[in-house]
């Protein structure tokens, strides 16, 4: 028995060392994790009649339901969950029968609609319980920030926001379901809504969560973040912070919102921002592909700490990629987070390919828990207005790429976050080629943007590589010809390869 317990205890500490081995800032400055985001209101929502709605007495998600799938997420190679908003949704002027999660009513408790009625913890409890095993899984936790507040919250706490002359609430361009925080200026901020989201760090902090992930960044002052996360990083060093900025973005939502751009953000103390991978969808040239990476590569080390990006081709408020260019697309989307030198992100049903279509949207509801009585939804894009049933894609091809996709990576995990990353030329426009090179591994990754024509005898320049070099394929075709300092291959509409060089090195 004693030797049994030595065991256990050993084993424990074993398990504790791999987590505590890098803070989560430390993780994602060194481009190592993989973050999932959810929604815990459908993430393993209980669908009994399989209608894609919790209806009757079915079962939403919650915090204590969650913990089931949490081994599936380890599993899958995911080591960092981000928690879409869990503060408590306003119900009037709302969208949905549930209410926006980003439409929220205060800023220092949890949603109701996340707890388990059924369990005698409390909801800060039930929060903490689903923290605590994601930690014991070594899956670190990131909670959202929402940037606006609920019609709720300006009638509780009007002293929290901008008003016009007739002093009535913003409107923030078309999320007809918040209203427009006043954060001040840098000269002057506005001590209440700061109060309010330091309020909201503490919840955070006592949770034991990870980091934040802060919704549209861009809409509060740099005094504000800076003060913010200065009161943040006293109480845990390690503490994470993602800004959701892109470099695309020029003005804010509103002529009554400040605007910090994403430079002055990462300035602030973000340790990141979102970029524009989101617009793979629409570039058609490898020219477009590397200008975006090569002036994030740069832009990264222009501060004097670490700062990374993530890989956020999608994201809740992106289309599904199935939707966009077909399961080819999402295939692509899959190994290029394997395989580029930044931080993978996508949003959950991603893995499964699921397509976010749900036969009720836009109807009218039998029942509801807000003042709209209809199933508001953003076509294609994961719900976040109503009880709906877990995320769940039903294509194989995507499932099977995105095992092996994340296998590659996390077994070749130095040369994806150390390697060198060398674009290659390539004879066609709509083809990229990229090399990864690590003591003396090469991999290199070739794809088509062109997602409804093929691409015939591309040569990719590789210097150095020989006629009789030997390449293992990882992922795609084995239709290539190698030539001296030159690679010759066909590709398919949308068709991403993967190939490693032996005893090579760029």
């Not at 921002?273 to 002036?295: A, M, P, V």
């Not at 390539?426 to 090399?435: G, I, L, P, R, T």
Request: hydrophobic content about 40%; glycine content about 6%; aromatic content about 12%.
């Amino acid at each position: 028995m004693r030797v049994k317990i030595l065991s256990l205890i050993t084993a424990l500490l074993i398990s504790n060392t791999v987590y505590a081995e890098d803070g989560l800032r430390t993780l994602f400055t060194n481009n190592k994790t993989v973050i999932c985001g959810i929604n815990i209101r459908n993430f393993n929502a209980k669908d009994i009649n399989k209608n894609k709605i919790i209806d009757g007495n079915e079962v939403g998600g919650n915090f204590i339901n969650a913990i089931e799938r949490l081994d599936e997420i380890k599993k899958s190679g995911i080591n960092t969950l981000h928690l879409l908003p869990i503060t408590p949704v306003g119900k009037l002027k709302a969208l949905g029968t549930a209410g926006s999660v980003y439409a929220i009513s205060d800023f220092w408790s949890i949603n109701p609609q996340l707890i388990d009625k059924n369990s005698s913890l409390t909801p800060i409890e039930q929060a903490k319980l689903f923290i605590e095993e994601c930690h014991k899984r070594g899956i670190y936790v990131v909670i959202d920030l929402p940037s606006c507040g609920a019609y709720d919250l300006f009638l509780k706490h009007p002293e929290l926001f901008i008003k016009d002359k007739k002093q009535l609430s913003i409107v923030p361009t078309d999320w007809t379901d918040v209203r427009l925080l006043n954060t001040g200026t840098d000269e002057n901020l506005n001590q209440d809504v700061l109060d309010a989201h330091k309020k909201f760090v503490d919840m955070v902090i006592d949770l034991n969560a990870d980091g934040i992930r802060a919704d549209v960044a861009t809409i509060k002052p740099y005094k504000f973040w800076e003060e913010l996360i200065t009161y943040t990083r006293l109480q845990n060093p390690e503490f994470m912070y993602l800004a959701e900025a892109s470099d695309s973005w020029r003005e804010p939502p509103s002529k009554y919102a400040v605007f910090t751009p994403y430079d002055k953000l990462l300035q602030a103390g973000f340790d990141g921002y979102y970029g524009s991978f989101f617009n793979l969808k629409d570039w058609k040239t490898s020219s477009e592909f590397f200008e975006h990476i090569k002036f994030n590569k740069k832009l990264l080390t222009s501060y004097p700490d670490n700062k990374s990006v993530i890989l956020s081709f999608t994201t809740h408020d992106e289309v599904s990629p199935v939707i966009l260019h077909g399961e080819d697309f999402s295939v692509m989307i899959c190994w290029l987070e394997a395989t580029l030198p930044f931080n993978p992100y996508f949003i959950d049903g991603f893995q499964s390919g699921d397509d976010y279509l749900y036969p009720w949207a836009n109807t009218k509801a039998s029942e509801t828990q807000t003042d709209d009585d209809y199933y508001f939804v953003h076509r294609g894009k994961l719900d976040i207005f109503n009880f709906s049933a877990k995320p769940e894609g039903k294509s194989l091809l995507v499932k099977d790429n995105f095992k092996k996709a994340f296998e590659f990576r996390n077994n070749n995990i130095d040369l994806i976050t150390k390697g060198t990353f060398t674009p290659l030329k390539c004879d066609k426009e709509k083809v990229f080629a990229y090399s990864r090179t690590y003591q003396g591994q090469t991999i290199v990754v070739i794809g088509n943007l062109d997602h409804k024509h093929s691409q015939k005898r591309a040569m990719i320049k590789i210097s150095g590589l020989k006629k009789n070099q030997k390449l293992n394929i990882i992922h795609g075709m084995a239709n290539y010809k190698v030539r001296k300092n030159t690679l010759l291959t066909d590709l398919n509409a949308g068709e991403i390869k993967v190939l490693r060089i032996e005893d090579f090195s760029l």
